[in-house]
């Protein structure tokens, strides 16, 4: 069983970046980001491959997100730059078994608490 602890996040100003991190406790395969905003479902923000040569993002943050891991430490990051009050929501990290698992919740194996994320406008 695989723990993930994400960190880095917190209140920002509109136009502002954080950077939020997510250290596995072993190994992992594909590593990404999920998003839940109050009242909304889960969704998809941003994934990496086990080696971290491919990554995938959510069309409303290309651009100004960035997701690459350090597998030496077992974690995964998620640059965000150009945040916008609509970025505000818990983020989650979760891992996978396979070494690459796209978009979707359901192929992720290990799930973080979340972290919030607050943008201001």
């Known amino acids: 069983q695989v723990q993930l602890v994400e960190s880095g996040g917190g209140l920002v100003q509109a136009g502002g970046s954080l950077r939020l991190s997510c250290a596995a406790s072993?190994?992992?395969?594909?590593m990404g980001w999920f998003r839940q905003a109050p009242g909304k479902e889960r969704e998809f923000v941003a994934t990496?491959?086990?080696?971290?040569?491919?990554?995938d993002y959510t069309d409303s943050v290309k651009g100004r997100f960035s997701i690459s891991r350090d597998n030496a430490k077992n974690t995964v990051y998620l640059q965000m730059s150009s945040l916008k009050p609509e970025d505000t929501a818990v983020y989650y990290c979760?891992?996978?078994?396979?070494?690459?698992?796209?978009?979707?919740?359901?192929?992720?194996?290990?799930w973080g608490q979340g972290t919030q994320v607050t943008i201001s406008s």
């Open positions: 979760a891992a996978s078994r396979s070494i690459y698992s796209g978009t979707y919740a359901i192929n992720y194996d290990y």
């Open positions: 072993g190994r992992t395969g594909a």
């Open positions: 990496i491959d086990w080696s971290g040569g491919v990554t």
